[in-house]
């Protein structure tokens, strides 16, 4: 299979994933480039797939199906309105063709947040970026923190195929929290040079971000000292909790 970025509005990302030129397009933001990509590769989309309802994921969706009429469009019950015709939830699937995604429940960012999972695709919208992961604009930490312990427990190959462009800002979020963290560091630099080439960031491997995203590593004992968290177990959801609000005010 083929995954191909295609950037929109101002630092969204749309994803396809190709295969036998068909192909699956997630969160379109917009449908220009969508439709450019699909003429200049000879590719027939076969569904659209939806993470959550914000209208920087949803709103190519109409003139996409003006093109394609027939296609489905699979999400949860937030996104019926942005054009949404297969409500899918956490623990269904989505089989077309070659394609067949596991649906994985992900609120915090909006309360219906999903992901889907075609191994070793993850398209997680705005729940986990690369070094960061997404505002809580609807859920509750608790339920971030636990969204994003389900995206921790796949396979370290997993491609973290989200929807924005963040990541030189979220390490730099990072290394001001923790800026003794060589890998960081050094990763930040990596990240630095590739920005001033224009060249994207994303995806990542889970295993990657296990090593750069603070977010992930919540358990870390001197992650926790530089929050001047000083006691023996403290909640992981507190540790998280804490990490969220400092992004936010940041």
């Avoid at 312990?149 to 370290?156: H, T, V």
Wanted: proline letters at 6%; hydrophobic letters at 35%.
């Amino acid at each position: 299979m083929e995954l191909i970025r295609v950037p929109a509005l101002n630092d969204n990302y749309i994803w396809l994933l190709a295969n036998n030129q068909q192909c699956i397009i997630v969160d379109p933001a917009e449908s220009e480039p969508v439709l450019s990509i699909l003429t200049a590769n000879q590719l027939t989309p076969v569904a659209i797939l939806l993470t959550h309802h914000h209208n920087d994921h949803t709103q190519g969706v109409k003139e996409i199906i003006a093109q394609y009429p027939k296609i489905p469009v699979f999400g949860p019950q937030e996104t019926l309105v942005k054009g949404a015709t297969e409500l899918v939830c956490d623990g269904d699937s989505v089989t077309i063709g070659d394609f067949n995604f596991q649906v994985i429940g992900l609120p915090g960012h909006t309360l219906g947040h999903i992901g889907f999972y075609q191994a070793p695709y993850l398209f997680c919208g705005d729940t986990l970026f690369s070094a960061g992961c997404g505002r809580i604009f609807e859920g509750t930490p608790a339920q971030m923190y636990q969204s994003i312990q389900k995206i921790a427990a796949l396979p370290d190959d997993t491609l973290i195929c989200c929807a924005h462009e963040y990541t030189q800002s979220n390490l730099q979020f990072a290394h001001h929290i923790w800026p003794e963290n060589e890998t960081i560091t050094n990763y930040s630099e990596k990240v630095r040079t590739l920005r001033n080439n224009q060249q994207a960031t994303v995806p990542s491997t889970l295993k990657t971000e296990k090593n750069i995203n603070i977010f992930l590593q919540c358990e870390n004992p001197e992650l926790q000292q530089k929050l001047n968290i000083n006691m023996t177990n403290p909640s992981l959801r507190a540790v998280f909790t804490l990490l969220r609000q400092l992004k936010d005010e940041y």
